[in-house]
């Protein structure tokens, strides 16, 4: 039996109450909801359609994504309980009053329905689902969701579903189906470290979008990065790049990460301006601290 009746699985909870199976689900005390923003009357967007727009706020944030008809999904984080929460935004005057304080620019794009939409939409739930082992012997296998259901902050809870469908393709056309045990295992082996690592990068990327986006220093560091890109590609290569736009496996693209990291303390370090980077220095910090890794781990940066 394969499991991949998502973050609910009854297949792991089944596994879990016959001891079987541990399994954890953390939530977080925020929530969200979302909100439609329409398209002007000529169907053309209100907003840039090429862009993530983010409000970041500290301890919540509106973000809008574009969708084909001109239209965008807004989705407004927050706390569930608290003085600024989804419990106290009771009225529609609360809403429009919030929106007015915290989301000025938003209240003409999302137009007169903001009142209307809140309160007819449900306030979503946050968790994390984490479980172990993923496998039964040959008889039970979780994929997906069910074994390792995310956050949506880094965008990957589908990919690192389908990139569970890839490994186990693979192992299959490697090991045949003589031997189930064999092939579970080894596909645990393989995305157990993977689906712990993106969990605990996209929990990272709430507080990046909520909080750090609206930080100087943090959008110096991003320019910075930028700048190496594109000057040292394909010898480096952003975590965000490597977990969104390549196969490397998420535990292996957090670990280049928390190298590229102590880079770019170094880097930034005295710099009010990415031109300021020492393209130099970071070449030299590129071959002694980045480079060994990739060479280690076969990691490919050229994509």
Not at 6 to 34: F, I
Request: proline share 6%; hydrophobic share 45%; glycine share 8%.
């Amino acid at each position: 039996m394969f499991g991949a009746d998502g973050a609910p699985s009854a297949v792991r909870e089944s596994l879990a109450a016959a001891g079987k199976c541990e399994r954890s689900l953390n939530m977080l005390p925020d929530g969200y909801k979302e909100l439609l923003f329409p398209a002007n009357e000529d169907g053309s967007y209100r907003m840039d359609a090429k862009a993530l727009h983010i409000w970041p706020r500290g301890d919540h944030f509106l973000m809008g994504l574009p969708n084909q008809d001109g239209s965008f999904t807004g989705t407004v984080y927050m706390p569930n309980e608290g003085p600024v929460s989804f419990a106290a935004l009771d009225t529609a005057a609360k809403v429009e009053a919030f929106f007015a304080e915290h989301y000025p620019d938003s209240i003409e794009v999302i137009g007169p329905s903001l009142g209307e939409q809140w309160f007819a939409n449900p306030t979503g739930h946050l968790g994390t689902v984490r479980s172990f082992p993923w496998h039964l012997e040959d008889r039970v296998l979780l994929v997906g969701d069910s074994a390792h259901g995310v956050v949506p902050f880094f965008g990957q809870g589908l990919n690192c579903g389908f990139e569970d469908c890839a490994v186990l393709e693979a192992l299959f056309n490697e090991h045949g189906d003589d031997d189930l045990g064999v092939v579970f295992r080894a596909y645990e082996e393989a995305r157990k470290p993977a689906g712990d690592a993106i969990a605990d990068m996209a929990l990272e990327n709430y507080v990046e979008m909520r909080a750090k986006v609206a930080d100087p220093a943090f959008l110096l560091r991003k320019k910075v990065q930028k700048r190496l890109e594109g000057a040292l590609a394909p010898r480096y290569r952003s975590r965000y790049a490597m977990v969104v736009y390549s196969s490397i496996p998420y535990h292996l693209a957090q670990q280049a990460g928390a190298i590229e990291a102590e880079i770019l303390d170094e880097l930034c370090a005295g710099i009010e301006d990415p031109e300021q980077v020492d393209l130099a220095r970071a070449e030299e910090l590129v071959a002694a601290k980045l480079a060994p890794f990739v060479s280690e781990h076969g990691l490919d940066l050229d994509f």
